[in-house]
């Protein structure tokens, strides 16, 4: 890796929260229900051998003269004082290693390492409340290494951070605590905490007042908008200081409906989260060290690993795991997956892609998410053909998400969808439908949960008969694709999730992408119509993925591609065809994807576009980097994450070193320092620096390289 | 006025909340426990005479393309489109007139006017409960007159805003609303709303959008981050839209202690404030119109009209009346002032203050401000000589404060007073516990409580003989003042509340400002212990008020004035030595400022001291201002307006020309177009411009005037 220097989201599981560290600078904090990182200066550091000199990790603003505000004419001799200095380490004195669950910074003397919690929630239906407590507490834990072995004096490490909440004041926890806990935060939503008594906490100006004051008893100092915790080292000693970053946000937390934490049922406040992630912290790191090694010893390459564990991060930071509040519904668990930088609450197209991560780690939240998609946002439309005012029978879809940003849409209303358009904001009502089926059937797969599929079975029947409508009124001229837009998008054009990019992929009818995808569909919903026994609708289902195979295999050109929009004079060249083919293995088909299986032309047919467009020029960048469309710089590695498992664990291509060279190439996109390595991990990547979809949760379809 | 271009704050009744508008650009806005304006954009406008082209009022920054973040390479037509062009008003064509209870600006055909409660809040111990919900609903209310009696095409006006909430999404109300109330908010904090169903609600990314989409149903986009309200007049037509502008933090809001809003208790989501303020919209209206009519009425001139509006808008800004939660205080009442841009909770010093004002709007919440310092903010220590270790028995004292930005101060503690200091931010013991005596002396005396003063009997005794213990440990050798520092301090010295100014007005000890007000808390001792029958101590009292008035007569000058610090070489002429003139009148001892009574010879020094100070080159800038001390520039308006009131009404000077002058300057001070406009009411001014103590609300010492 070129540099050490990025942010990465370490995130309690479903707090919509995250410790963010490693851009220099007041880039990083901890950070609640944010579109982007906190902007706060963390202090982390250790007293140098030279008395009241400390390196700290560049992480921090120089403080201007807070006590300027306050005095604004006097002496300077009136200021409260401090006996430090603080200065960064030497920016390559720096090493660090991240992990799918640490993230540990090493710099002369000091280790500073971060334990994030990639773990199963138990169903709340089902588990202990212990359980569900243990998996959810918000705060993700830090342990501080101090090697003063070869030390002749006494040194003091520090940890704090000065935190930006508009409304509430910086504090030490210790006034009025739970047990032994000491620390500081602001207000009653972020803090840094221990129980170690030999921590001493601290609020002042400057982190210079906070390590070194020059009266110990100003510690206090109520004004202070940096807090800190302070330990020292005896000379000779090593010693390791263990503190819980937590997070909490109480009540009512959503406008539209009323929701809350599913974690407020545990904890009344910040003060116990803190109490309670120190008295586990022995399990948490536990289970921190072995999700590192489950990672650590995968057959994947470091760029791999790297790729993945910096996804996950990502993920939890986005993740929000609440509840109902009040009427019938009162105490039901929500699972929500805000999206990223936009905040988009359970965007059904991200839902799609973090399902395989989800499938591994809690499926019961993918249940819950479709639940709510059924329950609140589904709706029914009528369809009509491009230019044609006649509207034929449409059918049920669903809402491209649930809301934005603590505020919880109308029932059967996405927050994103406009009327009228053909391009960003339009409506997804087929990809929505597409991805419902999808989602549903590797869920009762993967769950084994026949129960839910015969609960559903209208929804699911309703979404054929949906999906059949939409390719053509007349059964007969029907080609297996999306041929009518809906009514919703008001005389537009429907999109897909490849919003911003050109129509090559952003397009939904005649669309190549969709059209596999709407394949994989159909081929699901055939086998889950034989499980209800309904088999008329298995070969109606069956059927419509057979015409949609001849249709990709007519749209096959001479030169070895499918274009991206088909018949319609677009030659764009797309790498997302084969994206589809990632279902079958999934939703208990896999013999739809057998090289000498009923679908074994329209296998080649793809095999031999991957091959046509995977070059430099077409969809390929001059780095390697994998070009989703030959006529977009816009690439997003979660959906190159996707297609290259579908390229080497569905269709058999080898990984070669032109592989390697694009894992490569997108680890460095990844780490371009002036705007990605702000972003944690990013998605929408133009020529190699991240643009849009930042700090986003959608990079866990790496989760499948693992089973390759 | 030389400008209308300045913020004022309009603010429901123990919110902490405030729309503030009137300083051009995106400077104004909703904020909530903020510790300055939100710098928001407010778009206020009117469809001029050529279709869709509409002119607004200037508080409002040029919208970027937010549309960008989502699409970052689209072409332009795949983003939602607006008929609209907004321009703003030219600056002079705008007219303004602030009131006590309102707000007025005119352009154009367009009137838009802010209505703010001014009014009693009944206590809330002995009161209905409905006549306290409709005292503290928090929300503002608005009227929008359009005039298009000359218009021969209907037009359109509106008025929203865009949001800054770092955590929640702007929204309509409209989807899942209280009766008929229609609307755009952020999360659940702020809210535009009417009842007026002619009125559409509308969210996009700019202004134009929400005002003449292309597409109307686009209305509802729900990313857009700017909100507004939307309505049309008839050619020929004449009308009127009414508007709340409303506040809501639900739960518990503060850490350290925790305690809720009142107003919880009768509303648990916005959308009803706003419901129920548009009810009360009539009743609201006339409580504005019969407050302004008082101030209008009044004798005041028009520049101190203006300025103790303004300082009374600013002052309810800073209310939070909230109520504590859990254990066994339980439901009851916390009346709480913020400190401006500090954010200091009751903040002892300004209580003392803003006492005038809350004892004519409601002294229940002096009681409550003076119950909380005796219940959880006294203290005892011992006192000690400068320069000298040994301990003397000292006694009890108050806090500076009680907590800072929602975080509730430890018990015995304040948020800003620290250790080992001599300057800003040291103890202000003796000050605290003379403002103390004071209030509780102007809340028994204005309320006529005396069983209030009978329940307190001991602590006022205990007062008293800490008064006492920190004058002189032996009786023979007291003063009458200050001459020992508390050992709070741990070796520094007390200050006073002009802990920003030189130690002219900042050094509690010897210090003038600070020896007639213990002079005027003796007085009121006096009478209090007489009221309690304990006439020996009523004699201590009076003897030590007897012995600070010779203190004061044997510090006087052969110059004709007596030094800011008496006794240690320090020449500093001040203003405030009069201040404590003010209290006799308040606590029932008249007799004591009486010309002829046994305090005149003092009353006579101070008249010859305030004569000598207040000329240009002392205690006037050369505006005529007035300039609190001879040896800093930095004057405090709160504390101007206090001593103007003891200079005309108890020492009973002429306000002649010069007298007009001072305020004239003192107006312009406020309206200073590049720091004071923007920060609405201001204290502390250096040479006429705000630079501390901003956003403020300690002018209400304005309110004495009225009495003159």
């Known amino acids: ?61 120089e403080a201007e003269d807070e006590a300027r505000r306050y005095d604004v004419e006097a002496p300077e001799d009136h200021q409260p004082k401090a006996d430090a200095i603080i200065r960064p380490f030497a920016r390559e004195a720096v090493g660090r290693k991240l992990t799918l669950a640490s993230d540990t910074w090493t710099a002369g003397d000091l280790t500073f390492r971060i334990f994030s919690p990639v773990r199963t929630v138990p169903d709340p239906g089902f588990a202990e409340a212990e359980q569900v407590k243990q998996a959810i507490c ?14 002749t004096a006494a040194r003091r490490a520090f940890f704090g951070y000065q935190g930006n909440d508009p409304y509430s004041a910086m504090r030490r926890l210790d006034d009025r605590t739970e047990g032994d806990i000491r620390g500081v935060g602001q207000g009653r939503i ?42 020292t080292v005896e000379a000779g000693e090593r010693r390791t200081f263990r503190f819980a970053v937590c997070f909490y946000r109480g009540g009512i937390v959503t406008s539209g409906e009323p929701t809350a934490y599913y974690y407020t049922r545990y904890f009344s406040r910040i003060e116990q989260v803190a109490a309670y992630a120190m008295a586990n912290f022995d399990t948490y790191r536990q289970w921190a060290v072995e999700a590192d090694a489950m990672l650590e010893q995968s057959r994947l390459s470091d760029d791999q690993k790297f790729m993945l564990a910096h996804a996950v991060h990502s993920y939890y930071g986005s993740t929000q795991f609440l509840q109902w509040v009040g009427e019938e519904r ?62 034929h029978p449409g059918g049920i879809s669903f809402t491209h998400d649930q809301g934005l940003a603590n505020h919880i849409s109308r029932a059967g209303y996405s927050t994103y969808e406009l009327f009228g358009l053909s391009g960003c904001f339009s409506h997804m009502t087929h990809e929505q439908l597409v991805n419902f089926v999808l989602c549903a059937a590797v869920y009762i797969h993967g769950n084994e949960d026949e129960g839910w599929l015969r609960i559903n079975r209208q929804v699911i029947a309703d979404c054929l008969e949906s999906l059949v409508n939409r390719d053509h009124p007349e059964p007969a001229k029907r080609n297996g694709i999306m041929g009518l837009d809906s009514s919703r998008t008001m005389g537009g054009a429907e999109i897909t999730t490849y919003d911003s990019l050109d129509e090559s992929l952003g397009q939904a009818r005649n669309n190549l992408y969709m059209a596999v995808k709407t394949w994989a569909a ?17 070969d109606l289902a069956g059927s419509q993925a057979v015409r949609a195979a ?15 929009v088909m018949f319609e004079g677009n030659d764009s060249k797309i790498i997302p065809a084969i994206e589809g083919l990632v279902f079958p293995h999934l939703t208990g088909c896999p013999g739809a994807v057998k090289p000498d299986g009923r679908f074994g032309k329209m296998l080649d047919a793809l095999k031999r576009h991957i091959d046509t467009v995977l070059r430099k020029g077409t969809c390929l960048f001059d780095d390697d980097g994998w070009k989703l469309s030959s006529t977009s710089n816009n690439s997003w590695l979660s959906k190159i994450y996707l297609s290259q498992h579908v390229y080497r664990h569905v269709l058999g291509l080898p990984w070669d070193e032109r592989g390697r060279a694009a894992d490569a190439a997108h680890v460095r996109w990844l780490l371009e320092p002036e705007r990605s390595a702000y972003w944690a991990w990013s998605d929408q990547m133009i020529s190699g620096q991240a643009w849009g979809s930042k700090y986003y949760p959608r990079g866990v379809t790496a989760i499948l390289w693992l089973d390759e």
């Open 1 to 61: 890796m070129d540099s050490v220097y990025f942010n990465a989201q370490h995130s309690p599981i479903g707090a919509f929260a995250s410790f963010t560290l490693g851009y220099p600078g007041a880039r990083g904090g901890l950070g609640l229900e944010l579109r982007q990182p906190a902007n706060q200066s963390v202090f982390i550091g250790l007293e140098s051998h030279e008395k009241g000199v400390f390196d700290a990790l560049p992480f921090f603003k």
């Open 138 to 151: 918000p705060a993700v834990l830090v342990e501080m290494e101090v090697d003063n072995t070869a030390g």
């Open 190 to 231: 972020t803090a840094i905490a221990s129980d170690d008594a030999s921590l001493e906490s601290a609020m002042a100006f400057s982190i210079e007042q906070v390590v070194a004051p020059k009266i110990p008893e100003n510690r206090v100092f109520g004004l202070g908008g940096v807090g800190g915790l302070v330990g």
């Open 330 to 391: 009162d105490g039901r668990p929500y699972w929500v997956v805000n999206e990223g930088e936009y905040r988009m609450m359970n965007t059904f197209d991200l839902t799609a892609d973090q399902l395989f991560f989800e499938m591994k780690m809690n499926p019961w939240a993918v249940r819950n998410e479709l639940d709510t998609f059924i329950d609140r946002y589904s709706y029914r439309d009528q369809v009509r053909f491009p230019g044609d005012d006649t509207l």
């Open 522 to 538: 159909y081929v699901a919903l055939e086998r889950l119509m034989h499980m209800l026994g309904a088999d008329n609708l298995a």
């Open 550 to 564: 001849d249709t990709l295999l007519r749209a096959m050109t001479p030169e070895g591609f499918i274009p991206g």
